[in-house]
């Protein structure tokens, strides 16, 4: 069941944090920022990994609450994405999230500008329908997305990774250096 529930977080957290990023980020800053995501979660891996050769596992796994612990009550006090409440139509919202976003000193018009010409270009646009993915034009792309997503899974990478000191225990590597793999 833990499994399961972590998943599913981490699922909706990689989906969502990313898009959140890169609708506060500056245009100019979007792309670096964006990075700042995954490259968060392999530090992350990583300190797992190499905590874990010298803390017991769940001392690791409370370890990992942590964080958690500290960062879920800040979720509270992050701003709303601006461009998100200018789709919704909440105009004077959007403007004083993109303030505080930028600074209370910092001449945001310009900004204002770019978002609700944007949000108009996409609003234009035709949205396309769940019926609509049975047709061939959408279904082959889409089958192409999950297909990578399912090869992924089955390639069994998490299953080298849960079982990799196990793995080099077993070809004969018994230093640290197998370890840190």
């Known amino acids: 069941m833990g499994r399961l529930l972590e998943g599913f977080g981490v699922g909706i957290i990689s989906y969502t944090v990313p898009v959140y990023i890169a609708e506060i980020a500056p ?3 979007r792309g ?3 990075s700042v995501n995954q490259l968060s979660v392999t530090i992350g891996i990583l300190l797992a990994y190499l905590l874990g050769l010298f803390v017991e596992w769940r001392i690791l796994a409370v370890l990992g609450i942590l964080p958690c612990t500290i960062l879920i009550p800040g979720l509270f006090f992050i701003p709303e994405s601006p461009r998100w409440l ?3 139509g909440m105009t004077e919202d959007f403007e004083s999230s993109l303030q505080v976003l930028r600074g209370f000193d910092t001449d ?3 900004e204002v500008n770019e978002i609700k010409r944007a949000v108009a270009s996409t609003s234009r646009r ?3 329908r769940f ?4 047709r061939k034009r959408y279904w082959f792309p889409l089958m192409v997305g999950i297909g990578l997503l399912v090869l992924q899974q089955l390639s069994g990478i ?3 990774l849960f079982y990799s ?3 080099f225990a077993t070809a004969g590597k018994h230093n640290l250096a197998s370890h840190l793999l």
Not at 131 to 134: C, S, V
Request: charged content about 10%.
């Open 27 to 29: 245009q100019n800053l």
């Open 32 to 34: 670096a920022l964006g």
């Open 86 to 88: 200018a789709k919704m």
């Open 108 to 110: 945001i018009s310009i």
């Open 126 to 128: 035709t949205t396309i």
């Open 131 to 134: 019926a609509e993915l049975k």
């Open 158 to 160: 998490n299953g080298v």
């Open 165 to 167: 000191s196990n793995i």
